[in-house]
C-alpha cells in the first residue's frame, strides 16, 4: 500500500531541492541527507528507482529522492542525470559554453522522483517526472536557485530560473511539474 505524501522522508543533501519541495507540497517535508549509492545511468527513471529503493530499505521508511538535470537534444540527451558530475567538471558557464560551441543551446531540464517504502517491489516504486524545453544561456546570469538554475533559460522566458523570483520558477518548473504529477498519481 502507498503511504500518503505527509508520512515520507526526501532523501537528498541539496537545501535547494528540500525548500523547493516544501513549498511544492504545500507543507513543510522532512529531509534527510543520506549516502546513497547512484547507479550511472542516461534514464532518469532507472537511476531513481535504484535511489528510492536503497533509501527505503536503508531507512525503513517511506522515501522520495529527486534526480534532475540537463538532456540536450544535439548530445542525444546527455549528460541528463549525470549533469551534476559534468557540471561539476567545467562549471556552469563552461557547461554553457559547450553547449553553445557545438552550435546548439537547446537544453530539456528533467525532475524525476521515485517514492518507495520498505518491501515495495522495483515495479511497484512511484516514479513522476516534469520535463521543461528551453535553452542556455551564453552565461550564467542571476542569484537565485541552485546548481544550473544560473544556466537554463525556459522556452517562452528571456530570464534564467537563477534570474526568477522563487515563486516564478516553482509556477513553471521542471521540480513543480514532477511534484504535480506525483500528486496526481497518488491521488
Given at each position: 500500500?502507498?503511504?500518503?505524501?505527509?508520512?515520507?522522508?526526501?532523501?537528498?543533501?541539496?537545501?535547494?531541492?528540500?525548500?523547493?519541495?516544501?513549498?511544492?507540497?504545500?507543507?513543510?517535508?522532512?529531509?534527510?541527507?543520506?549516502?546513497?549509492?547512484?547507479?550511472?545511468?542516461?534514464?532518469?527513471?532507472?537511476?531513481?528507482?535504484?535511489?528510492?529503493?536503497?533509501?527505503?530499505?536503508?531507512?525503513?521508511?517511506?522515501?522520495?529522492?529527486?534526480?534532475?538535470?540537463?538532456?540536450?537534444?544535439?548530445?542525444?540527451?546527455?549528460?541528463?542525470?549525470?549533469?551534476?558530475?559534468?557540471?561539476?567538471?567545467?562549471?556552469?558557464?563552461?557547461f554553457a559554453r559547450l553547449a553553445h560551441a557545438w552550435g546548439d543551446p537547446r537544453a530539456e531540464a528533467v525532475s524525476t522522483l521515485g517514492l518507495a517504502w520498505p518491501g515495495v517491489a522495483a515495479e511497484e516504486v512511484v516514479v513522476a517526472a516534469g520535463r521543461v524545453a528551453g535553452t542556455l544561456a551564453p552565461e550564467p546570469r542571476g542569484t537565485n536557485g541552485f546548481g544550473w538554475d544560473v544556466i537554463f533559460v525556459p522556452g517562452g522566458e528571456a530570464r534564467t530560473f537563477a534570474e526568477m523570483s522563487v515563486e516564478e520558477k516553482n509556477s513553471r518548473s521542471h521540480r513543480a511539474r514532477a511534484f504535480a504529477e506525483l500528486r496526481r498519481l497518488l491521488s
Amino acid at each position: 500500500m502507498r503511504p500518503p505524501l505527509d508520512s515520507l522522508v526526501f532523501v537528498t543533501s541539496n537545501a535547494g531541492k528540500a525548500r523547493e519541495a516544501s513549498v511544492l507540497l504545500g507543507r513543510p517535508v522532512a529531509a534527510r541527507a543520506l549516502d546513497l549509492p547512484e547507479i550511472q545511468s542516461l534514464d532518469f527513471a532507472e537511476v531513481v528507482v535504484a535511489k528510492a529503493l536503497a533509501g527505503a530499505e536503508r531507512l525503513g521508511l517511506p522515501v522520495l529522492v529527486e534526480d534532475s538535470g540537463l538532456a540536450l537534444p544535439a548530445w542525444k540527451g546527455y549528460p541528463g542525470p549525470l549533469t551534476k558530475f559534468a557540471v561539476d567538471a567545467v562549471g556552469e558557464a563552461g557547461f554553457a559554453r559547450l553547449a553553445h560551441a557545438w552550435g546548439d543551446p537547446r537544453a530539456e531540464a528533467v525532475s524525476t522522483l521515485g517514492l518507495a517504502w520498505p518491501g515495495v517491489a522495483a515495479e511497484e516504486v512511484v516514479v513522476a517526472a516534469g520535463r521543461v524545453a528551453g535553452t542556455l544561456a551564453p552565461e550564467p546570469r542571476g542569484t537565485n536557485g541552485f546548481g544550473w538554475d544560473v544556466i537554463f533559460v525556459p522556452g517562452g522566458e528571456a530570464r534564467t530560473f537563477a534570474e526568477m523570483s522563487v515563486e516564478e520558477k516553482n509556477s513553471r518548473s521542471h521540480r513543480a511539474r514532477a511534484f504535480a504529477e506525483l500528486r496526481r498519481l497518488l491521488s
